[in-house]
C-alpha cells in the first residue's frame, strides 16, 4: 500500500506585488512531507496572474494518495476536522454522514491517521457495490468448499482489516440479512466464516459512511434501528460545498495545478469570468463534481489562462437540476435571484460594457472567455437577444 498522505490547510498568507495579492498555504501534514499547494496572485487586466504557475512542478505525494487530502480553512469543514480529532485516538465506532462528494472517505482516512491503530491497514469496502449473494463472503471470508467455486480459504474484510480500521462505505444499501450479521459481529466483536465454526475475533474499528437520512430509512423499514444506534456512537457529519464558499477557489487552485502538472499543461493564473462562473454554481455534486470539471476544463485547455465552458454548468441549471433556493448569491445578488437571473445579469454587464458587441477581441464573448456562437445561443436561450438595441442606435457585431 502507497504511503498515506494527510493535509489540510490552516491559514492563509497575503503578500503584496504590485496590485497583486497572493495566497500562501500553511499547511499541517501527517505525516509531515513534502508537497503543498500553490499560491496565486489575482492581478487586474489580463485575468489573473499567478505569482507562481499554478502547474510549476512541486513535491507530489507518494503514488495513490493524492486523493487523501481535504483541503480548506473554512469554519464548517474546519469543525468536522476538530470532532475527528476528538474521536480518532478512541477505538468508537463512527458514523460519517453527508452529501455524495463531500469527502467522508478521506475524513475516515483522516480519523484512522490521527488514531493508535495508524500503522494498521485502512480497508475500505463500498456496501453498495456488492452483490446480495456475496456480502457474507466478503466481509467475513469464507472457508474451501463452503459453496461451488470455493476452491480455498478466503480471507474477508474484517480480517484484511485487522489491528486497523475498516470503513463500511454506502453502509445504508446493505439487504436485511445483511444487517443483522453486522449487528451480532458489532455486539459480539467476533464472527464466523462462511462455511465455518470456529469464531474469529473482529479486531477492527469501526468507521461507517452513508449519504442517505438513516432515520428516514428506518421509519420505512429499510433499515435496523438497532444496527443504526451501533453504528451512531460518534456522529461526524461532512458539511457540503455550498456551506464552503470560503473553500472554493483554494480547492479550484489545488486542482488546477495538479491536473496541469499530471497532463503537462502550462496553466499561470484563472480567469475572472471563469472565477465567477464557478463562484455563482451550487454544486450539487460537491468536491467530486468540481474536481471532474477542473480536470476536464484543464484537458481541454488550450491557453495559459484557466477557463471553464460556460454551457457545462448552465445547462444543468437550466434543465432543473437544482431549486432557485439552492442558487447561490454572488455580491449584489438579490436575495431571491436564480441561478438563470445571475447568469442573465453577468451576461448583460458584459454586452453594456461593449456596447453590444458580441464578436471580435474586445466584444462581449471575448470577455466572458466564450465563443461567439456559444453566447448568441446563450441570449437567445436566455430571452437577452430580443433586447439588442436596434442598428442605428449601437453596433453589433455578429
Request: net charge positive.
Amino acid at each position: 500500500m502507497a504511503s498515506e498522505y494527510w493535509e489540510t490547510t490552516v491559514g492563509i498568507a497575503r503578500h503584496r506585488a504590485g496590485y497583486s495579492r497572493a495566497r500562501s498555504l500553511e499547511s499541517h501534514r501527517y505525516p509531515r512531507q513534502g508537497g503543498g499547494l500553490s499560491a496565486v496572485d489575482l492581478t487586474p487586466g489580463a485575468g489573473m496572474a499567478s505569482a507562481r504557475d499554478l502547474s510549476a512542478p512541486q513535491p507530489e505525494p507518494p503514488a495513490g494518495a493524492a486523493r487523501e487530502r481535504l483541503v480548506g480553512t473554512s469554519s464548517a469543514l474546519q469543525a468536522a476536522l476538530a470532532r475527528a480529532r476528538k474521536v480518532a485516538p478512541t477505538d468508537a465506532t463512527v458514523l460519517i454522514t453527508g452529501e455524495t462528494g463531500t469527502g467522508k472517505e478521506l475524513m475516515a482516512r483522516a480519523i484512522h491517521k490521527w488514531s493508535s491503530r495508524a500503522e494498521g491497514p485502512f480497508v475500505c469496502v463500498n456496501c453498495a457495490a456488492i452483490p446480495q449473494t456475496l456480502i457474507a463472503s466478503e466481509l467475513f471470508g469464507h472457508e474451501r468448499g463452503a459453496f461451488t467455486g470455493a476452491l480455498q480459504r478466503r480471507h474477508g474484510r474484517f480480517e484484511l482489516a485487522a489491528g486497523g480500521t475498516l470503513l463500511l462505505d454506502e453502509v445504508g444499501e446493505l439487504p436485511a440479512e445483511a444487517q443483522l450479521v453486522l449487528l451480532r459481529v458489532l455486539q459480539e466483536r467476533e464472527f464466523e466464516r462462511v462455511g465455518g465454526t470456529k469464531p474469529v475475533p473482529a479486531d477492527v474499528r469501526i468507521v461507517a459512511a452513508t449519504n442517505r437520512d438513516l432515520e428516514q430509512a428506518i421509519a420505512a423499514g429499510t433499515f435496523r434501528g438497532d444496527l443504526f444506534y451501533r453504528l451512531n456512537v460518534f456522529p461526524l457529519e461532512m458539511p457540503p460545498l455550498r456551506e464552503r464558499s470560503s473553500d472554493l477557489m483554494l480547492l479550484v487552485e489545488h486542482f488546477v495545478g495538479h491536473y496541469a502538472r499530471r497532463f503537462g499543461k502550462v496553466i499561470r493564473g484563472i480567469s475572472p469570468q471563469t472565477r465567477g462562473l464557478l463562484e455563482a454554481y451550487p454544486w450539487p455534486g460537491n468536491v467530486r463534481e468540481l474536481q471532474n470539471v477542473i480536470e476536464r476544463s484543464v484537458i481541454v485547455c488550450e491557453s495559459e489562462l484557466f477557463s471553464v465552458d460556460m454551457d457545462w454548468l448552465q445547462d444543468r441549471a437550466m434543465d432543473g437540476a437544482f431549486t432557485p433556493k439552492e442558487a447561490p448569491m454572488t455580491q449584489g445578488s438579490p436575495p431571491s435571484e436564480t441561478l438563470e437571473e445571475t447568469q442573465r445579469r453577468a451576461i448583460l454587464r458584459a454586452l453594456h460594457s461593449r456596447n453590444w458587441v458580441i464578436g471580435g477581441p474586445r466584444g462581449a464573448a471575448a470577455l466572458l472567455g466564450l465563443k461567439r456562437t456559444t453566447l448568441q445561443a446563450r441570449m437567445q436561450k436566455l430571452g437577452i437577444a430580443s433586447l439588442r438595441p436596434t442598428p442605428d442606435r449601437q453596433s453589433v457585431s455578429g
